[in-house]
């Protein structure tokens, strides 16, 4: 039984087609955008892509909640590093 290529395809390289630009919340945000529009467009048949855009919500929200966490996470790491310089103990000479 022969193997498809795209099973020998390595894992570090994207399809050919695929955007090599990071995936940001503005583009996410802008494909809701499109997609929402298409949708729409598309009258009774748009409800069949209804999962996309659900996908693409889900992937915003989980990106929105990440960028969130790691500004509170930088937050907490200069209030302990601000604590640590203030309590420093005094030096011996």
């Known amino acids: 039984m022969s193997k498809s ?3 020998n395809r390595p894992m570090d390289r ?3 087609g695929f955007p090599s630009e990071p995936v940001t919340l503005e583009r996410i945000e802008r494909a809701l955008d499109l997609l929402a529009e298409f949708i ?31 500004h509170a996470i930088r937050e907490r ?4 590093k601000d604590r640590r310089e203030r309590v420093k103990p005094p030096s011996t000479t």
Do not use: I
């Open 5 to 7: 290529p795209a099973l």
């Open 14 to 16: 994207q399809p050919r």
């Open 40 to 70: 729409v467009k598309k009258g009774r048949d748009g409800y069949k892509w209804v999962p996309v855009y659900k996908k693409l919500d889900t992937e915003l929200t989980r990106l929105k909640a990440l960028k969130d966490d790691m």
């Open 77 to 80: 790491a200069q209030r302990s």
